[in-house]
């Protein structure tokens, strides 16, 4: 290791007070509340009191301020040492800590943002890593800033894949403003880690990813001082091997003790104990103050700089309107950023890369990375973020959607190749559960737009929408059916097709609404006459225009939609319907795994085509007509 300013002993034993206190709190805290990982906690307190006493460059009152370095506890269960470092700062009052996972307490068991110190939830392992990719990555080439994004890590979650995946982002990003620090403790849950305290073999496998490793005995301040405080020419691991439960004497590496506080008698026994351990230092340790050069940046008011150009019957696929739209949204303002999995050639996103290469992040195939690079890529405010790949591989990004969810992260989703539009692709590329997927997570948006002016409506107000917001885009070309200045919100729906006497309504979005329409043409030659509904967002779901129209066309209701049944935009509808009376539904769907075809082959054969649609009026009006 290259020489560094060593801290005089003074500051050495300030380190050791602030890590025993860090062990103190956490365990009065879990104890308190009856449930925790308190040897969770005390495996990092020399790693937490170095890194916000002697490395980290911020303001204590002022958490999130964008100069700031970023800090992600990837480990989250190691919260109440979390929040006891706050304690440390000045931020919280010590009594506020015993307040732990009460219900009306903002201090929760794991981190959320909450609490104005956490940028996004963690604790669900894996994730933290890729997040902390995301704000270095932003930092370095967007913000172009000397912040620097630290990520503590268990051994454990050195088990999940998406680690590995945030470790090959950053070295092939050259991210040199991040920091991973592993705290090996070697016990897991239930049993010990895969690799134990064999620390030499997670350093090979993080120098064979191209980072920058440095071993430490976890506990030694002096080595944690030394180890932080390295030039770095590329993102970094410091691989710490700690004690877990260390300063816990009937705890300290033994199995049984994770998710375990202390019974109260033997909390005061070793917080009495750790308490003889601090000495009198007359010598108080302050954060340092961070370079005041983040640029300011504004994301209100995100707005497209004219309307769609498109022509009614031009005929278009919504992706390509997607990625025409980034383009266009992007020429507006510099914060629009836009990430894929390598198949921006597929989701037309390449529009957006070809005409603004430097706001363009390739996450390759790695799908679950690529959603937590755009949390940590739009985290504080930083940059409105849209993240596009196949409708069927958000599935493999499930825990990062719903932990983007919990985090309260705004980000912009964009599955393409939805359905049967797939065609020859076949079931295992058909996004066909992508709405229930999202429907599930309580801060989504569901757009479903069908046309090419309706998709560019919807990454604008996806721009400004809080949460997570779902753009729902298809392969095949699709024709423009709106006016260029048609006027679009999020939940309202619009009402495409109607006439004074019409007999049933259909509610169809996607590729679906242009086989309803057609299905309206078709049957008003027999005398039929259907009122033709695109919800536009299917979360939330406009309600009353479908309820309006329905009661208009004398409680019939048929939904069509190129999804499963379950969970999708039938789903909805039914929920909408529940508890009234005089409404009669049929649902169309795709009712099982399909198969490989053509896009409308498939569309006959699942039963979601016009000629569906048509005998589902008739056979709704035979019925309601006999009664």
């Not at 602030?18 to 009065?28: D, F, M, Q, V, Y």
Request: hydrophobic fraction near 35%.
């Amino acid at each position: 290791m290259e020489d560094y300013h060593k801290p005089d002993q003074q500051t050495v034993q300030a380190l050791r007070n602030i890590a025993n206190r860090l062990r103190i709190n956490s365990i009065k805290a879990t104890t308190a509340a009856g449930s925790g990982h308190p040897t969770s906690c005390c495996s990092v307190a020399e790693i937490m009191s170095v890194l916000f006493f002697h490395t980290m460059k911020y303001h204590p009152q002022d958490p999130r301020n964008f100069n700031n370095d970023r800090f992600i506890l990837s480990k989250g269960h190691a919260a109440p040492a979390l929040y006891a470092m706050w304690v440390e700062t000045g931020f919280l009052k010590e009594t506020e800590l015993l307040s732990l996972c009460q219900v009306d307490s903002m201090l929760e068991s794991h981190p959320t943002p909450k609490q104005r110190f956490v940028d996004v939830t963690t604790g669900f392992l894996g994730q933290g890593l890729g997040v902390a990719c995301g704000m270095a990555y932003t930092g370095k080439y967007f913000d172009k800033s000397s912040y620097r994004v630290y990520c503590l890590l268990g051994d454990g979650e050195m088990s999940e894949g998406s680690v590995w995946e945030a470790m090959s982002f950053a070295s092939y990003y050259q991210l040199d403003n991040l920091v991973a620090i592993m705290d090996v403790n070697q016990l897991g849950q239930s049993d010990a880690a895969p690799l134990q305290h064999h620390v030499e073999k997670y350093q090979k496998r993080y120098e064979a990813f191209g980072w920058n490793t440095i071993i430490v005995d976890g506990h030694s301040v002096e080595e944690l001082c030394k180890a932080l405080s390295q030039p770095r020419y590329q993102p970094t691991a410091i691989i710490a091997k700690t004690i877990k439960g260390k300063g816990i004497p009937a705890a300290e590496d033994k199995l049984g003790w994770h998710a375990k506080p202390l019974p109260k008698d033997m909390a005061e026994m070793v917080t009495k104990d750790l308490q003889g351990r601090i000495t009198n230092s007359s010598k108080r340790l302050y954060p340092t103050s961070p370079t005041e050069d983040s640029p300011p940046v504004s994301l209100r008011n995100i707005r497209m700089p004219s309307a769609p150009s498109y022509k009614a019957g031009e005929k278009i696929a919504t992706r390509k309107a997607y990625g025409t739209a980034l383009a266009k949204l992007g020429r507006y303002n510099e914060r629009v950023v836009v990430v894929d999995g390598d198949t921006n050639n597929l989701t037309c996103s390449e529009i957006f890369k070809n005409e603004h290469p430097n706001r363009f992040v390739e996450c390759y195939v790695a799908q679950q990375n690529m959603v937590s690079v755009a949390m940590g890529t739009a985290a504080r405010d930083r940059n409105v973020v849209f993240a596009s790949t196949l409708a069927s591989l958000f599935t493999r990004a499930y825990d990062q959607l719903r932990m983007a969810a919990i985090s309260e992260s705004n980000i912009n989703l964009c599955g393409s190749h939805c359905g049967l539009s797939v065609g020859e692709e076949g079931p295992s590329l058909m996004g066909l559960e992508d709405i229930a997927m999202f429907r599930a997570l309580p801060t989504a948006t569901i757009f479903c737009p069908s046309d090419g002016v309706a998709t560019e409506k919807a990454v604008e107000l996806a721009a400004s929408t809080k949460g997570v917001c779902y753009i729902r885009t298809s392969r095949q070309d699709s024709a423009v059916i709106y006016n260029s200045n048609e006027d679009f919100h999020v939940g309202q729906a619009k009402v495409v097709y109607q006439t004074k006497d019409d007999q049933v309504t259909v509610v169809a979005a996607g590729v679906t609404l242009h086989e309803a329409l057609a299905a309206a043409e078709h049957l008003k030659k027999e005398r039929i006459t259907v009122r033709v509904i695109d919800p536009f967002t299917i979360k939330p779901l406009d309600v009353k225009t479908i309820m309006d129209h329905t009661r208009a066309t004398r409680g019939r209701i048929v939904t069509v939609e190129d999804h499963y049944y379950e969970g999708g935009l039938g789903e909805a509808v039914c929920s909408a319907l529940v508890n009234q009376s005089g409404f009669s539904l049929q649902r169309l769907a795709v009712s099982h795994v399909p198969r490989s075809g053509k896009p409308q082959e498939l569309l006959k054969v699942y039963g979601i085509d016009r000629d569906a649609i048509s005998q589902a009026v008739r056979k709704m009006l035979g019925s309601t007509n006999a009664k």
